[in-house]
């Protein structure tokens, strides 16, 4: 069974970096799909940037540009490195992981199935 810990999350100035890490342990599988989404007070959880097996990745367009989504090259730790902060990116968190035999990248939460606690990222200005 695979199990998902965000770390990495806290306060920040507009403008600065930070980056989050997702260590995932169980079985390490090919094929897995890795995701970030991230939930506001009082907003859904929202789509963030993904990445699949075979290297592909997609932003949410309120992040492209200026986050970036990685992964090691064992698959057991999954990255987001965050420049150019706003307040608006003031949220929790989420990390998030499926098992999926295809390459097609998937954006809504229902579609994943790990998931990991979240971690608080605030950003002042």
């Known amino acids: 069974q695979v199990q998902l810990v965000e770390s990495g999350g806290g306060l920040v100035q507009a403008g600065g970096s930070l980056r989050l890490s997702c260590a995932s342990s169980g079985r390490t599988l090919s094929n897995y799909h890795m995701a970030w989404f991230r939930q506001a007070p009082g907003k859904e959880r929202d789509f963030v940037a993904a990445i699949n097996w075979f290297g592909t990745v997609r932003y949410a367009d309120s992040v492209k540009g200026r986050f970036m989504i990685s992964r090691d090259s064992t698959k057991s730790t999954l990255y987001l490195q965050m420049s150019s902060l706003k307040p608006e990116d003031t949220a929790v968190y989420f990390c998030?992981?499926?098992?999926?035999?295809?390459?097609?990248?998937?954006?809504?939460?229902?579609?994943?199935?790990?998931w990991g606690q979240g971690t608080q990222v605030t950003v002042s200005s």
């Open positions: 998030a992981g499926r098992t999926e035999p295809g390459i097609a990248l998937r954006l809504r939460p229902n579609e994943y199935t790990y």
